[in-house]
């Protein structure tokens, strides 16, 4: 992507490209602290009080883009680093997500991938759901699962498949089928019901 692009509009509302790009470094940082907490045992939140978050983004996204790209790859170093150092009982550790979502250490890298993933194609730069989810392969049976169990409200009872796997949610049900692509776009909110077929509920994003 040339730095004259870094200023456009992702498929984020309100957000550039350079915004999403600052996120994804920040989120390997928030992982990070989540790795620390099962480490440790010792709660330590995501990112900060109040609007943190959202400020270190805005802050981060006026960089030029060399800096915006060499902090990306430097935030995700230091957590595929931690990750390299933990132990099996950090692996198992319980850690919560800002959301509120009950998930063990073992997460934390699927919570990554599913976070790289999905931007991609907010990224607005030639990748969609289905290209997106064709490079994520077997793992997208983690991805998902991982995206259901760390959401803390109760969600409608119904299976959902891509035509090779499976997802139980609530306690299962009528089946509702997609490809693959359809059905992460329309679990984290980025696509409609229209391209999946049986009684689709009426859910919130997971995402």
């Known amino acids: 992507m040339p730095a004259s692009a870094f200023g456009e509009p992702s498929a984020l509302p309100g957000w550039t490209r350079a915004h999403l790009l600052t ?6 940082d928030a992982l990070g602290n989540l790795l620390t907490w099962a480490e440790t045992g010792v709660e330590r939140p995501m990112y900060g009080p109040g609007n943190a978050r959202d400020d270190e983004i805005e802050a981060g996204a006026g960089r030029a883009p060399a800096e915006i790209v060499a902090d990306l790859a430097a935030s ?8 390299a150092r933990l132990s099996d009982e950090a ?12 998930l063990t250490g073992a997460d934390v890298l699927t919570l990554r991938l599913s976070e790289t993933t999905i931007h991609l194609v907010d990224l607005d730069a ?11 392969g077997d793992h997208l049976d983690a991805v998902v699962a991982t ?9 409608p009872s119904f299976l959902l498949t891509d ?8 306690e299962g ?3 509702v089928t997609g490809t693959p692509g359809t059905v992460l776009a329309w679990l984290t909110g ?4 229209s391209a999946l077929s049986g009684p689709v509920p009426d859910m919130a994003p997971l995402l």
């Not at 692996?91 to 009950?102: L, M, T």
């Not at 035509?163 to 609530?170: C, D, S």
């Not at 980025?190 to 019901?193: T, V």
């Open 76 to 83: 995700g170093k230091r957590l595929t680093d931690h990750a």
């Open 173 to 175: 049900g009528d089946l």
């Open 163 to 170: 035509g090779v796997r499976t997802w139980k949610l609530g």
């Open 147 to 155: 995206l259901i169990r760390m959401c803390p409200r109760p969600l």
């Open 190 to 193: 980025r696509g409609d019901a």
């Open 91 to 102: 692996w198992a550790a319980p850690i919560r997500h800002r959301h509120g979502g009950e």
């Open 23 to 28: 996120h994804l470094a920040r989120n390997a």
């Open 126 to 136: 030639g990748h969609d759901f289905d290209s997106a989810t064709a490079l994520l």
